[in-house]
């Protein structure tokens, strides 16, 4: 049986994967292993209103509070989680993924996503019932047990400054180094997302003239053709209104994309390869290490390498790099994708601060944005998805001698000026080929070769 917890929480199709019963455990589950206050936020899903319910029906029927963001950046969250002193947090997102998914995703305590072990006993505990199974067990053992009644059952209470609190938040990492965005002009893509309430607001008070889109939704727009993950938009935006920099973030804000006013696009890997010299130059960056994944581009690499930094690769996903993060007492960790831990300021990745402390060394440094980023050479990299039928189809394949022989022969082609990477979706049936070449030529042949073994084991499989 597949795992319930993906890369990055529980992940599916709104009402059908993730359904409100799921949903109302996950919330029981919240209360019974974290504590009695739950931080509750969402994005701007149309499917959030549904499952915000059930979860908060969950979580008060096991004795716990919810305390009620509404629409709000995941990272935000994680951030409230401490100032409101609660027990945890959960956000329903479905981040970058499309409309009709939605997900659930836990914070402790402190702000951190949950380790893969206490992932698993939850698991385990919806798969017993959740609280009603505990109960009926305890009383085929004889003992007394039942579901909180009368003053016992928890309540939900709106947060009503919660933006403010992680707009302030955001504006004062900037403001404590005396640096101000006067003059500087941001074109802002919000995706249709939870960032539509926060990020415009941030730029501005810094005094940055901002030109947004898709800071509107409807519940069924969010990361359609637009936000981090389509940066057309934000081209166009561009080119009408003559902006120094722009931004792009995906739907709960976790992630953010850049792009230069040359139209030079900024991932994740530049981005946090500025912030890691920048720090590193300033004396700040703990250990001289920088924190990534193994799907960092091996430009990224490099360029680190030149600076005499170390890079320290993790699984993908920013729980991981956090993980080593904190392990390691690293200050800067993130992804390609645009997930990016500033662990100074917010325990987990956050695409509008990374926007902002981007920015701030735009500014302080007089440099244009497509200089900061010249300082990483990408290697052409190529990433396409295979999709699967089942989760059992994906185990299956990524199993296969098969594969792992055809991947050894691309690795001996490419040599040392390349790579290849093929691992299964943690949140979606797919099966994920990433090749890395000296040329694009190269890389497109190699890819195309795995592309197509993969696809045909997924066609053995199913005969």
């Known amino acids: 049986m597949a795992r319930l917890f993906g890369t990055d929480g529980v992940r ?12 109302y455990r996950l919330g029981q589950a919240a209360a019974s292993f974290m504590g009695k206050t739950i931080v509750v936020g969402k994005d701007t899903r149309k499917s959030g209103d549904m499952l915000e319910a059930a979860v908060v029906a969950g979580i008060t029927s096991a004795g716990g509070d919810a305390l009620l963001t509404g629409v709000i950046p995941t990272p935000a969250v994680a951030l409230l989680v401490r100032e409101l002193h609660a027990d945890g947090g959960i956000v329903i ?26 992932e698993d006993e939850i698991e385990k505990f919806i798969a017993e019932g959740g609280v009603e199974g505990q109960i009926a067990r305890a009383k085929e053992a004889g003992e007394e047990a039942e579901m909180p009644v009368g003053d016992e059952v ?14 302030n938040h955001a504006v004062e990492t900037v403001t404590s ?50 936000g981090s993950t389509h940066l057309g938009p934000l081209t166009e935006l561009m080119a009408e209104c003559g902006a120094d920099v722009g931004i792009a973030h995906d739907g709960d804000a976790d992630r953010v994309m850049l792009m230069a006013k040359d139209g030079t696009e900024i991932d994740g890997d530049i ?6 010299v920048d720090l590193k130059n300033r004396g700040e960056l703990p250990h001289n290490t920088a924190v990534s994944t193994v799907m960092t581009n091996l430009g990224f690499v490099r360029a680190m390498e030149a600076h005499g930094i170390d890079v320290l690769q993790t699984k993908v996903g920013d729980r991981y790099v956090l993980e080593a993060m904190r392990e390691g007492g690293y200050a800067v960790g993130g992804e390609q994708s645009g997930h990016i831990i500033f662990l100074d300021y917010m325990p987990t990745g956050d695409g509008q601060l990374a926007a902002l402390q981007f920015l701030d060394i735009l500014s302080h440094s007089g440099k244009k944005a497509s200089e900061l980023s010249a300082s990483v050479r990408q290697y052409p990299q190529l990433l396409q998805n295979v999709r699967v039928t089942s989760n059992e189809q994906k185990t299956a394949i990524m199993q296969s001698d098969s594969l792992r022989e055809a991947i050894q ?22 099966i994920r080929v990433m090749v890395e070449a000296g040329t694009e030529q190269q890389a497109q042949a190699v890819t195309q070769a795995l592309v197509q073994h993969v696809e045909n084991l997924q066609k053995s499989s199913e005969k």
């Open 409 to 430: 022969k691309a690795e001996a082609e490419l040599g040392e000026n390349g790579r290849v990477l093929i691992r299964p979706s943690g949140t979606e049936p797919l």
């Open 12 to 23: 599916g199709v709104a009402n059908v994967d993730l359904t409100c019963e799921l949903s």
């Open 93 to 118: 997102s479905a981040s970058h993924n499309p409309p009709e998914y939605n997900g659930i995703k836990f914070f402790d305590a402190n702000g951190f996503k949950l380790p893969d072990t206490v």
């Open 177 to 226: 180094q005396g640096i101000n965005f006067d003059g500087l002009h941001v074109a802002l893509d919000t995706g249709h997302g939870a960032s539509s309430l926060t990020s415009a607001e941030a730029l501005r008070r810094l005094g940055a003239e901002v030109t947004v889109i898709n800071d509107d939704y409807d519940g069924t727009d969010i990361n359609v053709n637009c």
């Open 271 to 276: 981005v946090e390869a500025v912030l890691a």
């Open 154 to 167: 928890g309540v939900a209470l709106e947060v009503e400054d919660a933006c403010e609190m992680y707009i």
